[in-house]
Structures are given as C-alpha cells and as structure tokens.
C-alpha cells in the first residue's frame, strides 16, 4: 500500500469460513466491547450467530477492509435484526468495532453503505439504534449518519446481566 492510501472499506455477509478471525478478533475485543454488548467468542456461538443471521428478518454484515494488495480484514459487525415489513418497513440496528478498528472512520464508513442497503434492497423505511446513554462513540457514529434521538427507555435491554437504559435514535428513509 502506498504511504498515506487508506484500505477501502465495504460491507458483506458474514459466512462460516470467517469464524477463527471473527472469533480471534471478538476474543481479543472484549473489553472494547464491554459492558455495551457482546460478540460471538467460540465457534458454537459464531455457528448460533449465523444460523440468527440467515433469515429474512435479519441480516448480518461484516465491515472489512482492503488493502491496494487485495488483502481482507475484518473491522467490525452491522446488523439489522427483527425486521418487519407491511405497514412498519422496519429494523433494529446493532454494530461492534473490533479492537485496532475503532474510531478510525471504519464503522461510519460501512455503516452509510448499511443504510444504503436497507432502504434500497430491503426497502426498509426505518431503522432504529438503541443506545446506553454512557455509550458516546455510539451516540457520535449513529448522529454523523444522519439518526436523530426519539427517546428514552428506562431498563430497555438486558445486557450483561443487568437491565439498562436506552436511547431510541433512528433514521428514516426519507
């Protein structure tokens, strides 16, 4: 790679053969990732992860990032979960830097061409985040694409154990 060329960054579906680096790189995440959510870190939760992931209801994404040599590396992880469509047209937002990945523009970048995706294939009108209020760089990614906040939801989601606060933040397709 050139001095200063950034690898280009692009979104696709996670398959089985990604499991020993998505697994290495979720492993090696984990106090990234805590306490706001958790990533499959063994390869019966990757394989129940995939098995979540392979429905019309939700879809899974892989941030990567190539090289000018054409090498593939994983950055970090998109979903659009429970999605319904009729009269709603909507989904669920979640995401996870991997560790090196974060705020470098990384997760940004694939998470524009996510929305792309969900309003021009999926036809989908709305996408809701919900995020733990002490979650900053999550507010800050979601806000620089265009989600605005909604609201508050006391004990929301149980994670880690525990039930906790929320911030509804969404974006419209139009």
């Not at 929305?115 to 919900?130: I, Q, S, T």
């Amino acid at each position: 790679m050139t001095p200063g060329a950034r690898p280009a960054v692009f979104v696709r579906p996670p398959v089985m053969a990604d499991a020993p680096s998505f697994i290495a790189l979720a492993c090696q995440s984990r106090a990234l990732h805590a306490p706001w959510t958790t990533a499959p870190c063994d390869a019966k939760a990757f394989s129940d992860f995939l098995a979540t992931m392979d429905s019309r209801n939700n879809h899974s994404f892989l941030v990567c990032l190539r090289s000018a040599d054409g090498a593939e590396a994983m950055a970090g992880v998109i979903n659009i979960t429970q999605i319904v469509m009729g009269a709603f047209c909507s989904g669920y937002l979640g995401y996870y830097a991997f560790a090196g990945h974060e705020r470098q523009g990384r997760m940004r970048a694939g998470l524009l061409q996510v929305l792309l995706h969900a309003v021009g294939v999926l036809k989908l009108h709305r996408l809701e985040a919900n995020i733990q209020p002490g979650n900053l760089r999550s507010i800050a990614l979601v806000r620089s694409c265009g989600f605005v906040q909604e609201g508050f939801s006391p004990r929301y989601l149980k994670i880690d154990g525990h039930w906790r606060d929320h911030e509804r933040w969404a974006v419209l397709a139009d």
